[in-house]
């Protein structure tokens, strides 16, 4: 289909009596972001892996840009950039050396592979660093290099049709991060389609259209963060006691299903959902005051992505290191 990207249909994959792809399941639209997140070993490094036509699959089909990863890995290849975990740059030579040189990796003649290295380090902000060494580069700038060097191979000096990032940002400070999630956004601007992993799981909230949950190889959801947070059960109300010895005492009067509330003595939090969010908010505010029991702190909030994850999965491994993975 000339929207679709990316199609995963039935893929099997195992290592000995480890099933890492077990019938797992994508489309992913042209121009588009698509999330993949999963606990420790859920196989989604093996599935970049076969997207990226460094792994065959076992079985199922796989297509990438219209072409077929295992009759047509050629053909994919030029069409793909990768970003692995870690920088692939050598810190002795400048920004600029080392494009030129992942350029000729790509068989672009010496005078295209100038032209485009100078064009990508002026995009990225990178021109007035790209005659020093990427030793003295902060984190954010030999990112932002190391992207730049995924997208040198694009067929007739153009971007890949499709990027994939593992995990981008790891290790990055905020501003750094930052930097990078301009950039992926420039990228998907001009049509690029991104398969992010990754750790943070605000980074899929920011960036992903669609975000799609793996698990024992397989995907258990696939849909936009607030489908995935609606999941959760919606909205909450949490309520912080200034004397965390009423506690009880709040439950009883709180105008709430007493079997939805949660109570967090070790923060002073009692928490429910709540449907009609200003009006579970006014009710309970009155609720309080009428009965003398002082609140700290009142707040509607929304499921984050995190809960979402934790809800889906069932498990807690993930939600610290979400992209390392066995296989």
């Not at 672009?108 to 990225?124: I, M, T």
């Not at 067929?155 to 990032?165: I, T, Y």
């Not at 990078?180 to 992993?197: D, E, F, H, K």
Request: hydrophobic share 40%; with cysteine; glycine share 12%.
């Amino acid at each position: 289909m000339a929207d679709t990207a990316i199609t995963v249909d039935g893929v099997h994959k195992r290592y000995g009596e480890t099933r890492a792809l077990d019938g797992l399941d994508l489309t992913v639209a042209r121009g588009t972001v698509q999330g993949v997140l999963g606990p420790n070993g859920a196989g989604k490094t093996t599935l970049v892996r076969i997207l990226s036509t460094l792994l065959r699959p076992d079985a199922g089909r796989v297509e990438v840009a219209g072409h077929d990863v295992q009759a047509e890995a050629r053909e994919v290849r030029r069409r793909i950039g990768l970003l692995g975990q870690h920088a692939a740059l050598d810190e002795e030579l400048d920004g600029r050396q080392n494009l030129e040189l992942f350029g000729r990796l790509h068989h672009l003649g010496a005078r295209h592979a100038r032209v485009r290295a100078a064009e990508l380090l002026e995009r990225f902000g990178l021109a007035d660093a790209g005659r020093k060494p990427v030793r003295s580069y902060s984190g954010g700038m030999r990112r932002r290099l190391d992207l730049a060097a995924s997208l040198i191979g694009g067929r007739h000096g153009a971007d890949p049709e499709v990027l994939f990032l593992d995990e981008p940002t790891t290790g990055l400070d905020p501003r750094g991060r930052a930097e990078v999630w301009s950039a992926v956004r420039s990228l998907v601007g001009g049509g690029t389609t991104v398969v992010l992993t990754t750790q943070y799981l605000e980074e899929a909230d920011q960036l992903a259209d669609r975000i799609c949950v793996v698990d024992r190889g397989r995907v258990i959801a696939d849909g936009t963060a607030d489908e995935l947070k609606a999941l959760t059960g919606g909205d909450r109300i949490d309520v912080v006691l200034r004397d965390g010895g009423l506690l009880g005492a709040a439950v009883a009067l709180l105008p709430l299903p007493k079997e939805d509330v949660t109570v967090d003595t070790d923060r002073r939090l009692l928490s429910a959902p709540v449907t009609d969010r200003m009006a579970a908010l006014f009710a309970i505010v009155r609720a309080l005051e009428e009965a003398g029991v002082e609140a700290e702190d009142v707040a509607l909030r929304r499921p984050t992505l995190d809960e979402a994850f934790l809800h889906l999965t069932g498990r807690v491994d993930g939600a610290d290191d979400l992209a390392k993975e066995a296989v």
